[in-house]
């Protein structure tokens, strides 16, 4: 597609279970990042592909945290074991090399 | 991590108004980006910059990297209805990938 692609654009879910998180980057774009943001706060980062390199994973929060690329396309973050704290929108985006980025509508993740 | 302050926190304005916005750094970036995030959507690149010094303009919009290289403005001229959102600065460093974001700044415009 001509953009950065996210599913689903809304989850709920309870806390405990696992969740998986789904983006699709433009096509061509090497580089790939996962941000989270709470409601009212900026963007944190999480996670950051480039290539075939290894992930910058310095972001992730804990351990139920991860992310994988299948490819050089796409990609899931998974969070287990899903806790409240843990909701916020979820934002994908994709860059050309260290280029500037360009992001999806995001994923708002709700852990009741 | 990186610190990036950004203000004013929010903003009123009356349509027509002139609006302008900041950020510093810790530390010096090689790129800034500003962008503007309207409800439920994600953030949208309104103007990016490589230089110290540069100054580009994208229409009503205008921002600079400033020569110290830890510090960048936007401003947007002659506001309308439209322009409301949160308007994020965002930089990057020569070493490390990841984009550090400011905590973004929210423009009410009054018609």
């Known amino acids: 597609g001509a953009g950065v692609s996210q599913s689903p654009s809304n989850k709920v879910t309870e806390k405990g279970k696992d969740v998986e998180l789904r983006c699709d980057p433009i096509s061509g774009h090497t580089a790939l990042y996962w941000y989270r943001q709470s409601l009212g706060q900026g963007l944190e980062f999480l996670i950051y592909?480039?290539?075939?390199?290894?992930?910058?994973k310095s972001g992730l929060p804990s351990d139920r945290f991860s992310a994988e690329r299948t490819g050089g396309s796409v990609s899931t973050l998974t969070i287990q074991r899903t806790q409240q704290e843990d909701s916020a929108v979820y934002l994908c985006?994709?860059?050309?090399?260290?280029?500037?980025?360009?992001f999806g509508s995001g994923t708002q993740l709700s852990v009741l | 991590g990186q610190q990036l302050n950004q203000s004013p926190q929010s903003m009123f304005i009356q349509e027509g108004e002139d609006v302008s916005m900041n950020c510093t750094s810790s530390?010096?970036?090689?790129?800034w980006l500003w962008y503007k995030q309207d409800p439920g959507e994600g953030p949208v690149l309104l103007i990016a910059?490589?230089?110290?010094?540069e100054l580009t303009s994208n229409g009503r919009l205008t921002a600079q990297f400033g020569i110290t290289r830890k510090d960048s403005f936007l401003n947007i001229s002659a506001s309308i209805p439209s322009d409301v959102g949160i308007y994020f600065c965002a930089g990057q460093a020569n070493t490390g990938n990841q984009f550090y974001f400011g905590t973004g700044t929210s423009l009410t415009v009054i018609p």
């Open positions: 910059l490589y230089k110290a010094g």
């Open positions: 592909f480039q290539g075939n390199s290894a992930p910058d």
């Open positions: 530390s010096i970036f090689n790129t």
């Open positions: 985006a994709s860059s050309l090399m260290r280029e500037k980025l360009f």
